[in-house]
């Protein structure tokens, strides 16, 4: 997920790059960057090691030199520590997961990155699962109108009480390359119904535009000029 903006970027995870498979980070990722006229990172997160998030990083930071790359198995601790948070053209970015100290667990451990403008919030989960949504619900405050589907929308994530916690108007699901899991999974979706979300599959839409400023938010919108076949294709990754 790239966040801009009006003179920062930040890329939040780097797609696959399976031992003997496909870099994406060289064969998508980058090329989408340059695309979008994106010429150099601020920061680079990375949510956690699973190679579908964290496989392309490398490729990416060659590319794009980030000044800052932060990610949850950092040595010596998450470097994407809850309530740190900075400011960027106005708009506020807050991590609210993981806090100090804690172990790294795999998807428990995901940067869980907060991005407001304004009242407007967006948040990118990563693959937290229902215990560490139950976290934010408790600690945090996770009220977003554009939620990145934890988990690519899997049956163990997107629970009722985190779905009515951060309260989206719009959900968007990055499925495209996990669609040999069964992501996102009906029940999952139908919690969204429940709660009144719309939600957006990349695996259908391909990339995908949000825009969030003081005034609101406007519907995704998908770049066809962008909706490139590798976007879609099922890579040989491990979930
Ligand atoms: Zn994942």
Request: with cysteine.
């Amino acid at each position: 997920v790239l966040v801009r903006t009006s003179g920062h970027a930040l890329l939040y995870d780097a797609g696959p790059a399976p031992p003997n498979g496909l870099d994406m980070g060289e064969a998508a990722v980058v090329p989408a960057l340059t695309a979008l006229g994106v010429a150099s990172l601020d920061r680079l997160v990375i949510s956690h090691r699973d190679n579908d998030h964290a496989g392309g990083a490398r490729a990416v930071a060659r590319r794009f030199d980030p000044a800052v790359i932060e990610r949850s198995d950092a040595a010596g601790g998450p470097s994407c520590l809850a309530g740190e948070s900075w400011n960027w053209d106005g708009v506020r970015f807050e991590y609210l997961h993981p806090p100090r100290d804690f172990p790294y667990l795999g998807n428990e451990s995901s940067c869980v990155l907060k991005v407001s403008a304004g009242a407007h919030a967006a948040l990118l989960p990563g693959d937290i699962p229902e215990l560490i949504e139950a976290r934010l619900v408790r600690d945090a405050d996770a009220r977003a109108e554009v939620l990145v589907a934890p988990h690519h929308g899997s049956k163990g994530s997107s629970s009722a009480p985190f779905l009515a916690a951060t309260a989206p108007g719009i959900a968007l699901i990055s499925a495209g390359y996990m669609s040999r899991f069964g992501h996102p999974h009906p029940e999952a979706l139908a919690r969204y119904r429940a709660q009144g979300t719309r939600t957006w599959n990349t695996a259908t839409t391909g990339l995908l535009r949000v825009r969030i400023s003081d005034h609101g938010v406007e519907a995704p919108e998908a770049f066809r000029a962008l909706r490139a076949r590798y976007w879609r294709e099922r890579a040989p990754v491990t979930d």
